[in-house]
């Protein structure tokens, strides 16, 4: 790839990036109320996202007898800190640091 094409290309990307960012806050300024279907997607789009991570992360791990403790640690521990906490991204990062540990220390 040249330089200009390497230009072009990083440009078209801060380009496609920024309208991602700002055109919501275009489309639906303060004051404004969103329609009902947004508001919609905004309450249940998260738990699909969510759902979604949980399946695809868990896609490939096997549950037998001698496989998937770590996992199931995990989750357990990611279960209990957010029904104790309530804060997802302590939620995620202590679940992922635990399960790091257990897959590269103890199993």
């Given at each position: 790839?040249?330089?200009?094409?390497?230009?072009?290309?990083?440009?078209?990307?801060?380009?496609?990036?920024?309208?991602t960012?700002?055109?919501p806050?275009?489309?639906?300024?303060?004051?404004?109320?969103?329609?009902?279907?947004?508001?919609?997607?905004?309450?249940?789009?998260?738990?699909?996202v969510?759902g979604?991570?949980?399946?695809?992360?868990?896609?490939?791990?096997v549950?037998?007898?001698?496989h998937?403790?770590?996992?199931?640690?995990?989750?357990?521990?990611?279960?209990?800190?957010?029904?104790?906490?309530k804060?997802?991204?302590?939620?995620?990062?202590?679940?992922?640091?635990?399960?790091?540990?257990?897959?590269?220390?103890?199993?």
């Amino acid at each position: 790839m040249t330089a200009m094409q390497s230009v072009i290309t990083i440009s078209i990307v801060v380009l496609g990036t920024m309208l991602t960012r700002f055109l919501p806050f275009l489309i639906f300024p303060d004051g404004k109320t969103p329609p009902p279907y947004i508001r919609y997607l905004g309450t249940v789009l998260p738990y699909a996202v969510i759902g979604l991570l949980v399946v695809y992360c868990l896609k490939d791990a096997v549950f037998a007898p001698s496989h998937g403790l770590p996992e199931l640690i995990a989750i357990a521990f990611i279960v209990f800190l957010h029904k104790w906490r309530k804060n997802t991204l302590l939620s995620i990062g202590a679940g992922t640091v635990l399960y790091m540990i257990l897959v590269q220390h103890v199993f």
